[in-house]
């Protein structure tokens, strides 16, 4: 379907590789030698207990109106077929993942649950889409656009609107960095050793607005802050 971002060298390969490792040293639960201050942050505790994960995390569904039979690509997939109801949203699943961990996981588990709904994750990073145009109902991008700079969301949003069907969605999230938690969460994350880009929000929906794209649904979080864009 599509060649790994490591077969393209391009100016966010760097980058990109950052985020993939910090994430599979988490999926292999590696640990992580971090200063006394950090450790003692109420939110690291909340990460080493895995409570932090679930309290953060966008629902996409809420937002994502899924229908029997669409094709659905969760872009930064994580383990997420492994820990949401796919099976009762009856949707296709396909998954693009940079953490070299998670896909071999999802790989060898995501047939065995349900082997109708699911069709493979491929490795890659989120601007290098390898499928045909108009090939989805739905997108699904959660959880990781904070690690990149807007410049980066441009490339990615052009490939989300490319793959997208008419009235197709695109259900993505944003750190709201005006929180005091956003913030905090930031410190912690960059000391696991993936930059935070605290993009204020108003920037992320222009960006929208420039590529054309109307949000139809907001919904805020406690960290993040999450849309839904049609064409």
Not at 33 to 60: C, G, N, Q, Y
Not at 102 to 117: D, I, P, T, V, Y
Not at 132 to 147: H, K, L
Not at 175 to 201: H, M, R, S
Request: glycine fraction near 6%; proline fraction near 3%; include cysteine.
């Amino acid at each position: 379907m599509n060649k790994a971002f490591t077969s393209h060298a391009d100016e966010w390969t760097e980058a990109i590789a950052t985020v993939q490792k910090r994430y599979d040293r988490e999926y292999r639960n590696e640990a992580f030698d971090l200063p006394a201050e950090v450790e003692s942050m109420p939110l690291f505790r909340e990460w080493v207990s895995h409570t932090l994960s679930s309290k953060i995390a966008s629902p996409f569904w809420e937002l994502a109106q899924f229908q029997k039979n669409q094709r659905c690509l969760d872009i930064g997939c994580g383990v997420s077929f492994l820990i949401y109801p796919w099976r009762d949203w009856d949707v296709f699943f396909y998954g693009q993942e940079i953490s070299f961990v998670a896909k071999e996981a999802l790989n060898s588990r995501g047939s065995q649950l349900n082997s109708k709904l699911f069709k493979g994750v491929q490795h890659g990073a989120a601007h290098q889409l390898g499928y045909e145009n108009g090939f989805f109902d739905r997108i699904i991008a959660t959880g990781f656009s904070c690690y990149y700079p807007i410049e980066y969301w441009k490339l990615v949003l052009r490939e989300v609107k490319r793959l997208l069907k008419p009235n197709g969605m695109l259900i993505f999230d944003a750190i709201a960095p005006d929180l005091e938690f956003a913030e905090n969460w930031a410190i912690l994350e960059t000391y696991l050793g993936a930059e935070v880009f605290l993009t204020p929000l108003s920037e992320i929906t222009e960006l929208v607005q420039s590529m054309s794209g109307k949000i139809t649904a907001k919904k805020d979080g406690l960290l993040f802050c999450m849309y839904r864009v049609q064409w």
